[in-house]
């Protein structure tokens, strides 16, 4: 079975300051990781993935992730937060041993304060 | 390309009624997935198809949902009868591949009273 944790409900930073969104996942094959961000009564929209390769990968809006597979975490970071950056953020996982099943952790709010 | 598109946006029936959602996935996408997201469950899984072939549907809740699709290019969700606590955001959301992110639609908001 494949899952995926988002261990904060909350985070809040100040404009300007670098942010962090944390995921952890299990799956039993490799994992395609994923980054959406969702605004109020929006879908869920891409920001970035991680299929294979180098371990930070570069995505929508200047943000980026950290695969680390020793420690199967996928961390959302950016360096330098805005206020319109706030949102829900949903970390996910694919593996191609479940025919491609996406499983979502939770969720993060992120608020950036001015 | 128009996105996915899920029909209606918004849907208030009366418990018991029969509600049936619908989703147009991306042209050439062989991946489809429906989920509901609520406040107290977050987003759930409750169905996804390959190929118009449904693959994994342990995620319904029980014998009153069901999905179908018929072709590659439409899909329902059938809830019958409804009841208040069906009250969601159901999402479509269509896949080229496994490697790919999954494209969402707006939503179809059902408030069942």
């Known amino acids: 079975a494949q899952s995926v944790a988002q261990p904060e409900d909350q985070v809040n930073v100040a404009e300007g300051n670098p942010l962090t969104v944390k995921c952890t996942y299990s799956v039993s094959g490799n994992p395609y990781l994923f980054w959406y961000v969702q605004y109020p009564n929006r879908g869920l929209q891409f920001l970035l993935k991680?299929?294979?390769?180098?371990?930070l990968v570069k995505g929508s809006y200047g943000f980026e992730a950290e695969f680390n597979k020793s420690q199967t975490s996928f961390h959302l970071k950016k360096p330098s937060a805005l206020v319109s950056d706030s949102a829900l953020y949903f970390c996910a996982v694919r593996d191609r041993t479940n025919a491609g099943k996406s499983t979502f952790g939770d969720g993060t709010t992120l608020t950036v304060k001015p | 390309d128009a996105g996915v598109i899920q029909s209606p946006r918004h849907e208030v029936t009366e418990m018991g009624q029969e509600v049936t959602l619908r989703c147009k996935p991306i042209s050439g996408h062989n991946s489809l997935f429906w989920y509901r997201q609520t406040m107290m469950r977050g987003l759930e899984l409750l169905i996804y198809?390959?190929?118009?072939?449904?693959?994994?549907d342990s995620g319904m809740p029980e014998d009153r949902f069901s999905a179908k699709m018929p072709n590659a290019s439409f899909s329902t969700l059938k809830i019958q009868p409804s009841e208040p606590r069906d009250s969601a955001v159901y999402f479509c959301a269509s896949s080229p591949d496994f490697t790919n992110q999954l494209f969402f639609g707006e939503g179809s908001r059902l408030t069942v009273l």
């Open positions: 198809f390959n190929n118009n072939v449904p693959i994994d």
């Open positions: 991680y299929i294979t390769g180098d371990n």
